[in-house]
């Protein structure tokens, strides 16, 4: 119903910046939230921020005032910038859309990784 792929990523210095783009393709008007996860060697996937087709938007504690998700509609991309990047945002990042199509569906774009490292 909807794939998602996903670019950006890479090694970074703590304090540096990265952007992360989540693109969706097919149903993508059946979507009603995108989200981006991550999830650190040894952990849990954890929730790190959404954003609703009316463009709500919401943050983990861990992240705000530091990475800001936000979407092209044009593009039909949805974007996570992150700055002031701490040596403990180091994951494997993953885009989520949620919605309803012929049914309720979840789908999960391929993950990439975000190393921050001097």
């Known amino acids: 119903q909807v794939q998602l792929v996903q670019s950006g990523g890479g090694l970074v210095q703590p304090g540096g910046s990265l952007r992360l783009s989540c693109t969706p393709s097919?149903?993508?008007?059946?979507?009603?939230?995108m989200y981006w996860y991550r999830q650190a060697p040894g952990k849990e996937r954890e929730w790190v921020a959404g954003?609703?087709?009316?463009?709500?938007?919401n943050y983990a504690n861990s992240v705000l005032g530091r990475f800001t998700i936000s979407r092209d509609n044009v593009k039909n991309t949805v974007y996570l910038q992150m700055n002031s990047l701490k040596p403990e945002d180091t994951a494997v990042y993953y885009c989520?859309?949620?919605?309803?199509?012929?049914?309720?569906?979840?789908?999960w774009g391929q993950g990439t990784q975000v190393t921050v490292s001097s």
């Open positions: 989520k859309a949620v919605g309803k199509a012929d049914g309720p569906f979840t789908s």
């Open positions: 954003i609703g087709s009316g463009g709500t938007r």
């Open positions: 097919g149903s993508i008007f059946s979507i009603n939230v």
